[in-house]
Structures are given as C-alpha cells and as structure tokens.
C-alpha cells in the first residue's frame, strides 16, 4: 500500500506557483520521497526525490518538513503543460509504490 | 540518450491469445522494472531485473504473465491466454544504481496500452 496521502485535485492559474502537498507521516529514517508526474496518456515523469533536505533542479523543489512527515513540491512558475497528475512515493526498496496522485490543473 | 523505448504502443487482441511486450531500456541501464496501470489508478509495480536476474515479483504476476531480459539489455513481457481484465497499460522503466544503494531514479518509457476484446 501507498505510504503517502495527497489531495486528490487542485487548480492553479498559470504563471503562479503550484504547491502541492503529501503527507507521509510513516516514513522511515532511510527512506527517500519522489516526486514523479503523468501526463495523460504518457508514461511517469521524475522530478524530484529528497532524503531530509530541500531539494531543487531546473523543474521543481521539494520542501521537507523536519519531522519528515511531510513535504510539498513547488512548481514555482505552473504553465499549461504542467497539467497533470503528480504522484509523491516513499520509497523502500526497489519499486517504486504508486498511490492516487493529486491531479493538477493549470489554468489560464 | 534516447531514453526507454517500448513495442509496440498499442496492441488490440481477442482473449485468449498470447501477447508479448519488448522494453529497450537507456543503455548501461542494469536495472529494468515493469508496471501496470489500469484506468484512473497509478502504476503498480509487477517484477524487476538486475541484469539477467529477476529479482522481485509482485503477486500480480500470475502464472499467465512471465518476463524475461536474456542478455541484461533488453526485457521482454508475455503475457498468455489474456483476459479483459488484462487489458491496461504496461509501463516499463530502467536504472542504473550505481551509488550501490535504492536511490536509483527510474526512467520510464511511454508504456504499452493493451486492450483486450
């Protein structure tokens, strides 16, 4: 099972940042969140993974609480294209173990 | 750096009949993983490969489902006397740990959509 809970949809006006959360109040002290995406259609897109750090490259960054038991993935500049489902996964192991996801929609 | 690549995109068949899936994952990739999403779900992991060795299957993969990556590069997934129940996207992706630990990051191909009549 999902170790994370997200919002199952959010809407976002283009050219603002989307945050989005996920709570994974579970986690271990070795275990990573990834941040992934689908586009419909499309296969997941990584985006980010953190282990206690804020975390950011050229897509996003990744807030960690420092009690670990949550984190939100900011899109700071959401375009149209950023319509999709995000998926935040805690991982152990190899697989990776997907849950609902929050839908996000981008709106102009 | 083509990225995961997978044949066919979409395959249409009658129950019953067999199907087979091939997945090229990103070259030097040594770790391979195939997962399943049916409408509106996430994916769900199915079994993955460190070079030629299996080294995990979920309960999902039942009797009907084998796959295989023979020379550590390619991985193929057949699927026999399909079901419509079957019928979902196949998803596979690939990675390299080098690091030696799990936080390799997986890659994923645009997946097989698999319908069965």
């Known amino acids: 099972d999902a170790k994370t809970t997200q919002p199952t949809s959010m809407d976002c006006a283009e050219g603002r940042a989307a945050n989005l959360p996920c709570n994974h109040s579970t986690i271990s002290g070795n275990e990573y969140v990834y941040w992934y995406r689908q586009i419909h259609s499309q296969g997941p897109q990584y985006i980010i993974h953190g282990l206690k750090n804020n975390e950011t490259n050229e897509m996003a960054s990744l807030i960690i609480t420092e009690d670990r038991k949550s984190s939100t993935l900011i899109l700071p500049h959401a375009?149209?294209?950023d319509t999709a489902v995000y998926y935040c996964i805690v991982r152990a192991g190899g697989k990776l173990i997907f849950g609902q996801g929050t839908e996000l929609s981008v709106k102009p | 750096d083509t990225g995961v690549s997978q044949n066919p995109r979409h395959k249409i068949t009658k129950r019953g009949q067999n199907v087979t899936f091939r997945?090229?994952?990103?070259?030097?990739?040594n770790r391979l993983y195939w997962y399943r999403q049916t409408l509106g779900q996430g994916p769900e992991f199915l079994t993955y490969f460190q070079n030629e060795a299996q080294l995990e299957k979920s309960r999902l993969l039942s009797d009907r489902f084998s796959a295989e990556r023979p020379k550590g590069?390619?991985?193929?997934?057949?699927?026999?006397?399909?079901?419509?129940?079957?019928?979902?996207?196949?998803?596979?992706?690939?990675?390299?740990?080098w690091t030696g630990d799990d936080t390799d990051t997986q890659y994923f191909g645009p997946g097989?959509?698999?319908?069965v009549l």
């Open chain 2, 73 to 97: 590069s390619f991985s193929t997934l057949e699927i026999q006397r399909t079901e419509q129940g079957d019928s979902a996207m196949y998803l596979c992706a690939s990675s390299s740990p």
């Open chain 1, 79 to 81: 375009t149209l294209r």
């Open chain 2, 23 to 29: 997945c090229d994952p990103i070259s030097e990739h």
């Open chain 2, 112 to 115: 097989t959509r698999l319908t």
